[in-house]
């Protein structure tokens, strides 16, 4: 497991746009997950830190236990969080560990627009099933058609990154999105980043002792 520790509030303070979160649970939803992936975590998500909003994450879920920020409703898939929020609601909701990786490489005004582009576009998409999960990422591993437009009709957490990252020209061309899975993320499977981008090794997040679920998610 990675050396490197952060608590969480100090973790939310350095997090820039581009960053990502990893988690990883121990619940039946969270083995099938990483065994139909072959993934060693389960979730992934990104960071959104621009201007003068409060950092944010970007992900894909089944929950809604937090009001999505681009809408101000509550809703399942795609979804723009409180960043702390988010990650409390992970890491006690459901008991998963967290870990922060780093973008080496600084993100520009263009790429920030493209962000917002894709969160304009995605947010609200449906998480897949299970069994769709399973058939998208097998899919993702055939050849590709040379011409294809890919519909995120729904999108799996690591699509969702994938696709941002791709909009902001930090992937290299020619894999679809549900080629990615949470485990592409994690530092062991070298991610190929293109501009001289990198991922910095998993930070382990320690949460606070004294959470208070209900106001995290805002039910009190």
């Given at each position: 497991m990675?050396?490197a520790?952060?608590?969480?509030?100090e973790?939310?303070?350095?997090t820039?746009t581009?960053d990502?979160?990893?988690f990883?649970?121990?619940?039946?939803a969270?083995?099938?997950?990483?065994?139909v992936?072959?993934?060693?975590?389960?979730?992934?998500?990104?960071?959104?830190?621009?201007e003068?909003?409060?950092?944010?994450?970007?992900?894909a879920?089944?929950?809604?236990?937090?009001?999505?920020m681009?809408t101000?409703?509550?809703?399942?898939g795609?979804q723009?969080?409180?960043?702390?929020?988010?990650?409390?609601?992970?890491?006690?909701?459901?008991?998963?560990?967290a870990?922060?990786?780093?973008?080496t490489?600084?993100v520009t005004?263009?790429?920030?627009?493209a962000?917002l582009?894709?969160?304009?576009?995605?947010?609200?998409t449906?998480?897949p099933?299970?069994?769709?999960l399973?058939?998208?990422?097998?899919?993702g591993?055939l050849?590709?058609?040379?011409?294809?437009?890919?519909n995120?009709e729904?999108?799996?957490?690591?699509?969702?990154?994938?696709?941002?990252?791709?909009?902001m020209?930090?992937?290299?061309?020619g894999?679809?999105?549900n080629?990615?899975?949470?485990?592409?993320?994690?530092?062991g499977?070298?991610?190929?980043?293109?501009?001289?981008?990198?991922?910095g090794?998993?930070?382990?997040?320690?949460?606070?002792?004294d959470?208070?679920?209900?106001?995290t998610?805002g039910?009190?």
């Amino acid at each position: 497991m990675p050396a490197a520790q952060m608590d969480l509030d100090e973790a939310v303070s350095i997090t820039r746009t581009g960053d990502v979160w990893l988690f990883r649970g121990h619940t039946a939803a969270d083995r099938t997950i990483r065994v139909v992936t072959n993934s060693p975590v389960n979730h992934v998500g990104m960071a959104v830190v621009i201007e003068d909003m409060p950092p944010l994450m970007w992900h894909a879920e089944l929950g809604k236990s937090l009001p999505d920020m681009w809408t101000g409703t509550h809703q399942r898939g795609a979804q723009l969080h409180d960043l702390r929020r988010a990650v409390l609601v992970w890491a006690t909701k459901y008991r998963q560990q967290a870990w922060l990786r780093q973008l080496t490489k600084p993100v520009t005004k263009d790429m920030e627009d493209a962000v917002l582009r894709t969160i304009a576009r995605l947010d609200g998409t449906p998480f897949p099933s299970t069994s769709r999960l399973a058939t998208r990422w097998l899919a993702g591993r055939l050849p590709s058609p040379r011409k294809r437009d890919v519909n995120l009709e729904s999108a799996f957490c690591a699509e969702i990154v994938a696709t941002t990252y791709a909009g902001m020209g930090l992937l290299p061309p020619g894999r679809r999105p549900n080629w990615y899975d949470a485990g592409r993320f994690w530092s062991g499977d070298n991610l190929d980043l293109t501009g001289g981008a990198e991922l910095g090794g998993e930070i382990a997040i320690r949460i606070p002792d004294d959470v208070d679920l209900a106001r995290t998610t805002g039910a009190v």
